[in-house]
């Protein structure tokens, strides 16, 4: 292979490991929230204060559409012990979005997004499925 063919292939590459390692690193979170929960998709949002950087920080959104995950299965990365924050979107109907191994449970349906807020306390691989049985995300909380 000559160097005019070789460098286009080597510029790709390394924009594929670039792209590939900024979604794939962990999230670093500092907070010191101590119990999970969760915030129910009914909850009225606050529209007198401004959100903290707490609040904002690693925010993940997973929208469904057409009964599918937008951009296919979502793959979340957390350190055990950081917040996550996740809100799942619809357009199609009331949808029971459920974090396995969490056991966390809400509803999405379209202009009511289903929220999560939750202290990354089990180590694993977790299943986010929005039933009856579509994985919209998978969810790593590494030591």
């Not at 005019?4 to 900024?22: S, Y």
Request: avoid cysteine; charged fraction near 20%; hydrophobic fraction near 40%.
């Amino acid at each position: 292979m000559n160097a005019k063919k070789a460098l286009p292939i080597l510029l790709a590459a390394a924009v594929v490991l670039v792209v590939g390692f900024l979604l794939l690193k962990p999230k670093d979170d500092a907070t010191t929230a101590t119990t999970a929960t969760s915030v129910p998709s009914s909850a009225p949002t606050a529209t007198t204060a401004p959100a903290t950087t707490t609040e904002l920080k690693n925010p993940e959104t997973i929208v469904i559409k057409n009964g599918e995950p937008v951009g296919g299965i979502a793959k979340l990365s957390y350190k055990q012990g950081s917040t996550v924050r996740l809100t799942v979107t619809t357009d199609g109907a009331e949808t029971e979005v459920h974090v396995h191994g969490y056991d966390i449970e809400e509803t999405a349906a379209p202009g009511a997004p289903a929220k999560f807020v939750f202290k990354a306390k089990n180590t694993g691989r977790f299943e986010v499925e929005a039933h009856p049985a579509t994985q919209i995300a998978r969810l790593d909380v590494v030591p």
